[in-house]
């Protein structure tokens, strides 16, 4: 079985004072939960300290990025070093928000995905459709095209310790969410494609989280969907009460 992880992607939101405010009041209400995964990603800029104020709390912290060197003159990059040495044990990796706006590719993605891994992060890897590929039709064709590209080269034994988030871009930020049925066949086609690319009991290791206008109001039927084991959540995770309502589905 695999246990459900709920995943607050809180994007360039909160400065370091309300981040952390937003941490203990999230601790407060799920701290004690432990039959569901709970992960908070912040701001690079906050990571640390709302790491130090879930300290003693089951909830994790992850980045929303990084980047593949271990170090050098790369400006403004963030290493898989760093991200660990400030506390985060998984990273969010390919959003549909850094392939529009920063020029992401399967391939950047790949790169990433390699070196978390080989720094004992646990990757998050974003794929989805745009409206116009759902709109003709190739939903299936994207999504097998950025996880072939994506998890290329992966071994088993690394595969099993990554998670993929389904998230149509149309759904992110639009309150338009996929239906139960729309992402429970996405999902499906990604653990056919996994079992392809790996093993059965590879594929069936691996969480596959629904990410795209997620509320405390719509997890419940996408969590009743065989193969969505979770959500990745923008806006709803960005007030402690409605990720509590979340977490608790
Ligand atoms: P949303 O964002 O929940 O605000 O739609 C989801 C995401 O981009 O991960």
Redesign the pocket.
């Known amino acids: 079985m695999r246990k459900p992880l709920l995943a607050g992607?809180w994007?360039m939101n909160t400065v370091l004072q309300e981040s952390v405010q937003l941490a203990e009041a999230l601790n407060k209400l799920v701290g004690d939960v432990n039959d569901r995964d709970i992960l908070v990603c912040p701001p690079f800029t906050a990571i640390n300290s709302v790491a130090e104020a879930l300290r003693n709390s089951v909830i994790m912290v992850g980045g929303q990025d990084l980047f593949w060197e271990e170090k050098g003159a790369f400006t403004g990059q963030v290493s898989p070093k760093m991200l660990k040495s400030v506390g985060a044990s998984y990273v969010?990796i390919g959003?549909?928000?850094r392939r529009q706006f920063f020029a992401e590719t399967d391939e950047t993605v790949n790169k990433k995905l390699c070196a978390a891994l080989a720094n004992n992060l646990h990757p998050i890897i974003?794929v989805g459709e745009m409206l116009a590929e759902r709109e003709n039709n190739t939903t299936l064709k994207v999504i097998e095209k950025q996880i072939k590209g994506g998890l290329k080269g992966l071994a088993v034994g690394d595969a099993q310790r990554i998670t993929v988030?389904y998230?149509p871009v149309w759904?992110?930020?639009?309150g338009k969410t996929a239906t139960p049925e729309q992402a429970q066949e996405v999902h499906a086609f990604i653990r056919k494609l996994l079992v392809e690319m790996f093993d059965k009991p590879t594929a069936e290791i691996i969480r596959i989280l629904y990410?795209?206008?997620?509320t405390p109001d719509n997890i419940k039927v996408l969590m009743a969907q065989a193969d969505i084991d979770g959500g990745?959540?923008?806006?709803?995770?960005l007030k402690a009460d409605s990720f509590a309502k979340l977490v608790k589905y």
């Open positions: 992607n994007k969010i959003h549909s928000e974003c988030a998230e759904a992110i930020g639009t990410g795209g206008s997620v990745l959540v923008g806006g709803a995770s």
